[in-house]
């Protein structure tokens, strides 16, 4: 979601999203075969990139305090809709949520890099499987 958000604010052209397209397209193939191997190294490899996705928002967040970049920018409905943002939700608004996003999902791959295969998940509620 974080993808689609920021290519609607861009509206970038077709060679932009071909390149786009094709790097997930490569991307996806490596970690899929790599996961194949060893889901231990992807789930950390993944940690690891979301961390740093984290310190990115958090640059992102410094340069919007300091009004270097989306100065009194609206975030996009497609987010606000997505992320549950209130009316006249901004930049800073979507970059906070954005970051609480990469933050969990970097806690996520760290816990399943550090369980075993076949350890149940920590993250499931009990009876999870069950339709209410």
Not at 38 to 58: C, I, M, N, R
Not at 64 to 83: G, H, S, V
Request: aromatic share 12%; charged share 20%; hydrophobic share 45%.
């Amino acid at each position: 979601m974080h993808l689609l958000t920021f290519m609607e604010m861009r509206n970038p052209g077709w060679f932009f999203r071909t390149a786009v397209i094709g790097a997930q397209g490569v991307m996806f193939n490596m970690l899929f075969v790599a996961y194949l191997v060893s889901p231990k190294f992807v789930h950390s490899l993944v940690g690891y990139l979301e961390e740093e996705a984290v310190k990115t928002y958090t640059h992102a967040l410094k340069d919007i305090d300091e009004r270097k970049i989306w100065n009194d920018r609206l975030a996009p409905p497609i987010a606000q809709t997505y992320w549950r943002l209130p009316e006249g939700a901004t930049m800073r608004d979507l970059i906070l949520a954005v970051r609480a996003d990469e933050a969990c999902h970097s806690h996520v791959n760290h816990t399943f890099a550090g369980i075993k295969q076949d350890a149940p998940n920590p993250f499931a509620a009990e009876d999870s499987h069950q339709v209410p």
